[in-house]
């Protein structure tokens, strides 16, 4: 997340300066140009630069979490699962064996492919390691977003269902629901309503006064469904998707937030701080040996005086208090506090040295605060008593001296529980990469021969991966000379996500094998095109040996609703969002 100008803004959906939006026409607003990219739930699903993603979205890279993560999946290991948002707790929980969580949904919108394999994997991998796994039918956003009807929906429901139970996940210790028949759900996402405006839902989605209401309320149903794994008790829960979701992670970890009893944040006196105004006051508390005549009690006013004195404008044509020579960005303000120097807006600057002087006396001192959000008055109560050492109790807040922040965390959470409130931890997400369609270009299911679905027959299968475009050269004289584009392969693609299964030596082999042009293009790819011919039997095969267990669950697949096509007021470019 930027720090800065906008940390007023406490809300991670809404606060990022590139917002994924969809308008009425199905179009993406926002998209300035061709190389500004875009998370969009309901439009394209390529993207060109995923290096943006991090430093636009704040997407952190999975690479800085795999060390962390127990016997990763190879889809982690190879870097295909390349981005998360705070999946350190769930690593952690599955280390430790604590409760942890995995839930994704699907539209089923077509049949499932080998894109949805990548997902369906993920959720049983999580469950293998001691997660609650959920897989839901996201057939609600199927009706409202993409105008299927009930009894299209029935069918491509069962054939996710027969796929994701053919991959191995368990109905017996996880939980498989369709949005349209889950009550509990569907309570709690109403619950949710009331923490969300339409000015979000435009702000994040594009929609406008046109969107029909199905599409909002689909996606609130898709809020619910991220927070469904901890309605019964809180608990890391990460939800694998493609980075087109991305904007849906956000405004559900906001939501989350919203929905909790007390916020915790730090402080150092009465006032309230931004972030960025807190990082700037943690460095001057610092400092305080330097100018508070009593050390163990530095006043707000000599801090102040303090900080006044030290500011280096070196961007300043202004002119008054340029002292430093150091580049910073235009409208910074260099802060040099000694050995420790940030570079901070001068904005910031002016409301902390504003917030410090009105404050006058009042002693400096670090805290943990907890901000009455949503408590009833019995649970701030609870909480202040349950607090330990010195506090300090005001109208909204309470004040804690002797607690770390990550204490401070756990008590919060633990008086909302006890108080029926969900003390929801955020939850995380990771992201997979899309990929390329075998035609080139990306996978969509309007063109067959660009993707392989799980139900393709096994020959058609084999027939689509040997006339599937590679990275090879013109002629194999070349290709020997030069090696293949192994990168930009669709073919060695399919190996590294699918084909190789857990095997690393095999991708190893292909990609090192390529790129010294000792592998040739045809003979590659009649490896390759045998794989999938065997995975697609293999699995169809155990689609066929799960039928009985797909009858047991306690899922209707045949909707008594009756189809009235939707307005064709929103999105309308439903054929190319094949990957997530
Ligand atoms: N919106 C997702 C899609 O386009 C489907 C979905 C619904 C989902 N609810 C979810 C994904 C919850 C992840 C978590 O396919
Ligand atoms: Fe792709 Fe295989 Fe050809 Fe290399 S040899 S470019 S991996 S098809």
């Known amino acids: 997340m930027h720090t800065g100008s906008n940390d007023e803004t406490p809300s991670e959906a809404t606060s990022s300066t590139i917002t994924a939006t969809v308008v009425s026409d199905g179009g993406t607003a926002g998209a300035e140009g061709a190389d500004d990219v875009t998370l969009d739930p309901w439009g394209s699903s390529a993207v ?37 948002r705070e999946y350190g707790p769930v690593a952690e929980a599955l280390r430790n064996n604590d409760p942890a969580a995995a839930l994704s949904g699907f539209m089923p919108t077509g049949d499932p492919h080998i894109g949805h394999k990548l997902v369906f994997d993920e959720i049983i991998w999580h469950q293998q390691r001691g997660a609650d796994a959920y897989a839901l039918i996201a057939d609600l956003e199927a009706h409202a977003a993409r105008g299927l009807t009930w009894s299209e929906i029935d069918e491509h429901a069962r054939n996710y ?39 979000e839902f435009e702000g994040i989605y594009g929609f406008d006064s046109e969107t029909n209401v199905a599409y909002m309320q689909s996606v609130i149903t898709q809020m619910a469904d991220i927070l469904y794994p901890q309605l019964e008790e809180p608990k890391p829960t990460v939800i694998p998707v493609g980075p087109d979701q991305d904007p849906h992670v956000r405004f559900a970890r906001d939501l989350a ?5 007390f916020k915790v944040t730090e402080a150092y006196a009465s006032f309230e701080l931004t972030d960025s105004e807190r990082e700037l006051v943690t460095a001057v508390y610092d400092e305080r040996e330097l100018y508070a005549e009593d ?20 961007t300043g044509e202004s002119g008054e208090r340029v002292e430093g020579s150091e580049n910073t960005q235009d409208g910074d303000t260099h802060i040099s506090i000694d050995t420790v120097g940030i570079v901070v807006p001068d904005t ?22 907890f901000l009455d959000a949503n408590a009833t008055d019995e649970a701030f109560d609870a909480l202040i008593t349950a607090i330990e050492g010195e506090k300090r109790r005001y109208d909204e807040h309470i004040d804690a001296f002797e607690l770390s922040a990550a204490d401070a965390t756990e008590l919060a959470r633990e008086v909302e529980t006890n108080h029926g409130g969900y003390g929801f931890v955020a ?43 590679t990275g090879g050269r013109e002629t194999a ?13 669709p073919v060695y693609e399919l190996f590294a996500y699918l084909l190789a299964n857990d095997d690393d030596l095999l991708v190893t082999e292909v990609y ?48 008594d609703r009756r189809s009235i096509a939707p307005g064709d007021t929103t999105d309308t470019d439903s054929t190319d969002n094949e990957d997530n």
Request: net charge negative; proline share 4%; glycine share 6%.
């Open 48 to 84: 060109s630069d995923y290096e943006k993603l991090f430093t636009e979205f704040g997407i952190e890279t999975f690479d800085d979490v795999l060390p962390s993560v127990p016997n990763p999946h190879y889809l982690m290991r190879r870097g295909v699962v390349f981005g998360h």
């Open 161 to 199: 269902l027969l796929s994701l139970l053919a991959l191995g996940f368990d109905p017996e210790s996880g939980e498989i629901y369709r949005q349209s028949e889950n009550r509990k759900l569907q309570n709690f996402a109403f619950e949710l309503g009331s923490k969300a405006n339409f000015s």
């Open 477 to 489: 004289e070349k290709q020997r000379e030069l090696g293949g584009k192994a990168d930009e392969c």
């Open 257 to 261: 937030a919203r929905m909790r009893f």
């Open 295 to 314: 050390a163990s009690r530095p006043r707000c006013a000599e801090a102040a005086t303090w900080l006044t004195d030290h500011l280096m404008i070196s």
């Open 348 to 369: 910031v600057v002016e409301s902390t040295i504003e917030k410090l002087e009105n404050a006058g006396m009042e002693p400096l001192r670090p805290r943990v605060r």
């Open 427 to 469: 939850p995380s997400s990771t992201y997979h990469r899309f990929m390329t369609g075998l035609t080139g270009g990306k996978m969509s299911s309007s063109v067959p021969a660009s993707h392989i679905s799980l139900l393709d027959d096994p020959e058609k299968g084999y027939e689509k991966v040997k006339a599937a475009t």
């Open 512 to 559: 090192d094998e390529c790129v010294s042009g000792d592998r040739l293009c045809g003979n590659c790819k009649e490896q390759a095109a045998e794989l999938m011919q065997a995975f697609l039997e293999e699995h169809q095969e155990k689609r066929k040996e799960v039928q009985s267990l797909l009858d047991d669950l306690d899922i209707s697949l045949t909707s």
